[in-house]
């Protein structure tokens, strides 16, 4: 019987950001205490893209929990020698949404949640997620909390939710990056009211359709129906950097998805890192995206530009369910 929900990660065992297999561990842990605790019907699709050469496949480096749910767990691989193939694949070692679009094409869930290894989830998430509430109709989305301290490998889950909880330091709006002061116990962004006016304006100006689509920190969480994701065809298949995730949103948007933004006490925990490696990325035109969003949103119809072969469907790529 297929899950209800399939998780969606890509990754490759090259210390991306420094110390990722931790990060790894600890996403990996958590998950799958949280499955057990709130009886949530998941699945985890891991693709691991282009793997090194001179390091451990992602299978022998990860730690994985002894208690794995059977048959829940699959790792796909695409080898160096297909990424050698696409454009700049010297100059990115991972094609983050050709990877997500690879474990979407393979994922069995009614739901499907492309996100990233990093991540933990807090339990009012899990357990909204266990409630299998979830309206085909729309998609989800949610501010991101940046949690700059190491999570420590020691602790408990629970523990490690607590420490996170205490530790952001910033969040993912819509509009933009802010970083947080506690209140009463909350989570308060460092921004007034007049600098968000401007803010908006600014980005009005620009034509940036915050108002209208949560574009910001997508690629860590946007859940929708497997129809959906099938009808647009995954991600758009950039061998670029950026806003293939922004994309994915205006594309639901403009096929008539409802947005919903889940709120407190739902978060998602990201443990940061360093990012100086994407510097060194091409990037996707700002300005192409903003001009091609507003026209899908004006026009309420998404453009799809993937072949019916998106997400390698069209191979055969070997698959190692984890037991």
Not at 118 to 127: E, R, W, Y
Not at 133 to 142: K, M, T, V
Not at 261 to 275: A, G, S, T
Request: aromatic residues 10%; proline residues 7%; contains cysteine.
């Amino acid at each position: 019987m297929n899950p209800y929900l399939s998780f969606v990660v890509t990754t490759r065992n090259d210390d991306y950001g420094e110390n990722q297999l931790h990060r790894t561990n600890v996403f990996l842990r958590a998950l799958v205490h949280q499955w057990r605790k709130h009886r949530l019907d998941a699945e985890l699709v891991v693709v691991e893209w282009n793997p090194p050469l001179d390091r451990p496949p992602i299978t022998d480096a990860i730690e994985w929990p002894s208690d794995l749910p059977k048959d829940r767990v699959r790792v796909v691989r695409v080898s160096p020698n297909l990424h050698a193939l696409l454009p700049n694949a010297g100059r990115m070692a991972l094609f983050e949404w050709l990877g997500k679009n690879v474990g979407i094409r393979r994922a069995r869930g009614r739901f499907i949640l492309p996100t990233n290894p990093d991540l933990l989830f807090s339990d009012a998430l899990m357990a909204f997620l266990a409630s299998e509430s979830l309206e085909p109709g729309a998609f989800y989305r949610i501010d991101r909390a940046d949690v700059w301290e190491t999570v420590p490998a020691r602790l408990s889950v629970d523990e490690q939710l607590d420490f996170c909880a205490k530790g952001v330091y910033r969040v993912a709006l819509r509009e933009e990056l802010f970083f947080v002061d506690y209140i009463g116990g909350r989570i308060v962004p460092r921004v007034t009211a007049d600098r968000m006016i401007r803010l908006r304006a600014y980005l009005a100006k620009r034509g940036w359709p915050t108002d209208r689509v949560h574009c910001n920190a997508a690629g860590d969480f946007t859940l929708a129906s497997r129809e959906h994701w099938f009808a647009m065809r995954g991600y758009p298949e950039l061998t670029t950097h950026s806003f293939a995730d922004s994309f994915a949103c205006v594309q639901a948007a403009a096929a008539g998805l409802r947005e919903i933004v889940l709120d407190e006490p739902c978060r998602i925990y990201h443990q940061e890192h360093d990012r100086s490696e994407q510097a060194r990325r091409p990037l996707t035109p700002m300005q192409g995206f903003i001009d091609r969003g507003n026209r899908m949103l004006d026009q309420r119809l998404p453009e799809v530009d993937n072949p019916p072969t998106w997400g390698m469907g069209n191979m055969p790529l070997p698959e190692q369910l984890i037991a």
